[in-house]
């Protein structure tokens, strides 16, 4: 482990208790970025067994297992958990116990406030997963929450809001925490443009997050006062507008989706350096472009509301600029091309993750580019070809950049090896089953199959079978993932000082503790 003190400096002091009172109170990074993966894991396979829910029932038409309200429900429910619950956590965790490192510093600036916006999340998920069990039932207006829906239902409405709320806040305090550590304690020599690649995406994503987690908040306490005080922000009966709200949630949303994926692409920039053997190429251009994407994620948020109605000059602007994004995404992916041309390559897990990353990306980010075409999106609006769009970026994107970065890491974490063949496995299982499950609901959105409906026409039948088979396999697949991180936390083979010999992550000779990785051009083994 980089040589970064055990116990938090800021608090040397503090009695450290044992147990589980340890991990109550625990300010060290290191324990809340465990304590942060963990919480993503469990709701992981929580929005998972409610993602084969949905699927079972679709795997063949007419009604068979769930009733229409709870197919809704599932699904606004999964989207929620998985968004608020697993994504964001997991990369919230990497950034706990990597950002300190890597930049030298004994600790997140303010560690207690650490520990407080994890401990936030346990009782949001709770009160989330409550909400089923209420008169009623959970929100069963997708995850978006859209008003008039949203505010007819009944309570499990008002506590999935009050959930957001907190989330919300934990959100807001990990970024506060994440922003101050890399601007004030980084060690000395390392200026911000020597930083790795991780740290920047993140001090990216911890800045958008502080601009929009807000607007969320806004929009939910809007929708609140609507549905217990009487005021009329989105009722059309007391002259508000629906619409409004759709704008509102998606100036949060639209920067959210990249909030999802910025870290991601920081990770990856991570790896693929290391498995390629040489320095990663365009480090400024990486850069740029990431924030250049999360400049541009603001400005682009109307591109969900192309049926809602809005003048062909807003939906030409909205267009043009979605578009746009497509430039320094594109040019994120030649600059992970170039590293790995010609570079010593070898094809250990975090590697395969983070190949497959590229290419999966890359295809949500092409039907991306066909979702912002105007009179195309109106077409495939709320089909199943939107569903196959984002799942490509979050699944194949967001989530396979957090299994390869976990596979990375956790020599460095846990002192352990990992075992690389059944890590193999999982990526092999993974990658064929996610494009199994995935693939063919383009097809079917192209046909016409509207999504979060529990019923469906005989022509889609053959597709929705094998979408569902797929999302078997890729749920059973992630088990192997759970038995490979439970065999390298108990033991295994012992993880050299650097276990990926040979790679960027040479250490600085910089003093005490010493930053993670280095920028010198290490040596290229032919």
């Excluded at 429900?73 to 997991?90: D, E, K, S, W």
Aim: aromatic content about 16%.
């Amino acid at each position: 482990m980089a040589a970064v003190h055990d116990h938090d400096i800021a608090h040397a002091h503090d009695h450290h208790p044992t147990g589980m009172m340890r991990w109550l109170t625990t300010t060290n990074h290191k324990d809340i970025g465990t304590m942060y993966l963990w919480f993503s894991f469990i709701m992981f396979l929580t929005g998972g067994v409610m993602a084969l829910t949905i699927r079972a029932e679709l795997f063949q038409p007419g009604l068979q297992i769930i009733q229409p309200e709870f197919f809704n429900q599932l699904t606004t429910m999964h989207g929620l958990v998985m968004v608020f619950g697993a994504i964001m956590p997991a990369f919230v965790g990497f950034a706990n116990w990597q950002i300190p490192m890597m930049i030298g510093a004994p600790d997140m600036a303010f560690a207690r406030m650490n520990n407080w916006s994890f401990w936030l999340l346990p009782p949001a998920a709770l009160l989330l997963i409550a909400s089923f069990f209420v008169p009623g039932g959970a929100p069963a207006g997708g995850w978006t929450i859209y008003p008039p829906l949203s505010v007819q239902m009944g309570m499990g409405m008002d506590m999935g809001i009050f959930a957001l709320h907190i989330m919300g806040a934990s959100s807001i305090m990990g970024s506060i925490n994440i922003i101050t550590t890399i601007l004030n304690m980084r060690a000395p020599g390392m200026t911000l443009m020597k930083m790795p690649l991780f740290v920047w995406t993140w001090l990216i994503t911890a800045y958008l997050l502080v601009m929009v987690m807000p607007v969320l908040a806004g929009a939910v306490t809007m929708l609140l006062t609507d549905r217990n005080f009487g005021t009329n922000f989105f009722n059309a009966a007391g002259g508000g507008d629906p619409v409004l709200f759709q704008h509102v949630f998606w100036f949060f949303g639209h920067p959210e989706v990249y909030i999802m994926i910025l870290p991601a692409f920081g990770i990856v920039s991570e790896i693929i350096p290391t498995f390629a053997r040489k320095p990663l190429f365009g480090y400024s251009s990486m850069v740029y472009a990431t924030a250049s994407i999360a400049i541009l994620s603001c400005i682009v948020w109307a591109h969900h509301m192309f049926t809602a109605g809005m003048p062909v000059t807003g939906q030409l602007f909205f267009m043009y600029a979605t578009m746009l994004i497509a430039i320094p995404t594109g040019v994120k992916v030649f600059n992970w091309t170039a590293t790995m041309w010609r570079g010593a390559m070898t094809f250990e897990t975090p590697m395969l993750f983070a190949i497959g990353f590229i290419f999966l990306f890359t295809i949500g980010g092409f039907s991306g580019v066909v979702c912002a075409i105007v009179p195309i999106d109106i077409q495939v609006q709320d089909t199943y070809y939107v569903i196959a769009h984002f799942h490509y970026v979050l699944v194949s994107g967001a989530l396979f950049a957090i299994f390869g970065g976990a596979y990375y890491w956790l020599p460095k974490w846990t002192g352990h090896m990992y075992d690389e063949k059944l890590g193999k496995l999982h990526f092999w299982m993974s990658m064929v089953f996610f494009n199994v499950t995935f693939f063919v609901q383009h097809f079917l959105g192209l046909a016409g199959m509207p999504r979060r409906v529990p019923d469906y026409a005989l022509q889609f039948a053959d597709f929705n079978m094998i979408s569902s088979i797929g999302a078997f396999g890729f749920g059973l697949s992630q088990l192997i993932f759970l038995v490979v991180v439970l065999k390298c936390i108990r033991g295994g083979e012992k993880a050299p000082a650097k276990p990926w010999e040979g790679s960027t992550t040479l250490e600085w000779t910089l003093p005490s503790p010493a930053p993670y990785h280095s920028f010198e051009t290490p040596p290229v083994v032919r």
